[in-house]
C-alpha cells in the first residue's frame, strides 16, 4: 500500500522552529522526487521539491527559512522550517512524484489522498 506519513508539526510562537518528516511506503525513494506542500483555507500552495539525487527547489515565500533534505535509507524526507511567521499557518503535505504527476501542479497535491498532513500553527 502507497502511503505517506507526516509527523512533526505543533505550535510555536513566531520567530521559532520545527522540522516536519515524511516517511514513504509502498514504494522507494530512489524512484520519485518528493515535495512539500501546504493548504491554508483553500489555498494551496507548492513550497519546495527534493529529488531522489538531491535536487532541490524552493518557493520564493519559504526561500531562506526553510530547508528540504531526505535519508533515502530511511525513505524519509525532512522540511525544516526556521523563522517561523503567523502566515505559515497551514496543514502541511508531502507528495511524490510517484503518484501525483507532474509533481509541481497543485491541483489535488492538498486533499491528504496519501497522508494525512502535518497542522502546523505559528502564533504572533
Known amino acids: 500500500q502507497v502511503q505517506l506519513v507526516e509527523s512533526g508539526g505543533g505550535s510555536v510562537q513566531a520567530g521559532g522552529s520545527l522540522k516536519l518528516s515524511c516517511t514513504a511506503s509502498?514504494?522507494?525513494?530512489?524512484?520519485?522526487?518528493m515535495a512539500w506542500y501546504r493548504r491554508s483555507g483553500n489555498e494551496c500552495e507548492l513550497l519546495s521539491t527534493i529529488s531522489s539525487v538531491g535536487q532541490t527547489f524552493y518557493a520564493d515565500s519559504v526561500k531562506g527559512r526553510f530547508t528540504v533534505s531526505q535519508n533515502n535509507a530511511k525513505n524519509t524526507v525532512y522540511l525544516q522550517m526556521n523563522s517561523l511567521k503567523p502566515e505559515d499557518t497551514a496543514v502541511y503535505y508531502c507528495?511524490?512524484?510517484?503518484?501525483?504527476?507532474?509533481?509541481?501542479?497543485?491541483?489535488?497535491?492538498?486533499?491528504?489522498?496519501w497522508g494525512q498532513g502535518a497542522q502546523v500553527t505559528v502564533s504572533s
Open positions: 509502498g514504494f522507494s525513494r530512489d524512484d520519485s522526487d
Open positions: 507528495v511524490s512524484s510517484y503518484f501525483h504527476y507532474p509533481l509541481t501542479t497543485t491541483t489535488g497535491a492538498c486533499e491528504g489522498y
